[in-house]
């Protein structure tokens, strides 16, 4: 995934582990969830809410010094929601050359108004004008 700039980087520490020494994966989903609403904000301003976390599938452990990069996707844009793809590769504090492919996950967010109800993720001027500029 060196081809691609990630979302987010972090590097976690011992405050991240669960009982078996390695990094909890609550922890990996809270930076999942986190840079997937990176991804969101280059389509839209409007707030959004995450309404689902699909296929998360946790592929190796992720250790205490590892630096953690999130590489993000927008797989689909509907009406009031937006589909991300969050590829999660950790580069291994022992051995720095090695770079593992640790989770990947896709995340749903939808677009909610004040009231926490469902809106257009565009304004639909926006959609009018980019059917004028590409029809």
Known sequence: MADRDPAIRVILLPRDTN?????????????????????????????????AMKEVVFKEPVFVGDIVSFYTRTERIGTTSITVRVDVEA?????????????????????????????????????????????
């Open 91 to 135: 580069q291994r504090r022992r051995e720095p050359e090695q770079f593992v492919k640790v989770t990947e996950a896709v995340v749903v967010y939808v677009a909610v108004d004040d009231k926490g109800r469902p809106v257009p993720v565009r304004d639909p001027k926006h959609t009018l004008r980019r059917r004028k500029t590409t029809g």
């Open 19 to 51: 009982e078996h020494g390695t990094i909890f994966g609550g922890v990996i989903l809270s930076q999942i969830d986190l840079a997937g609403a990176m991804e969101i904000r280059k389509v839209s301003s409007k707030r959004f809410v995450t309404v």
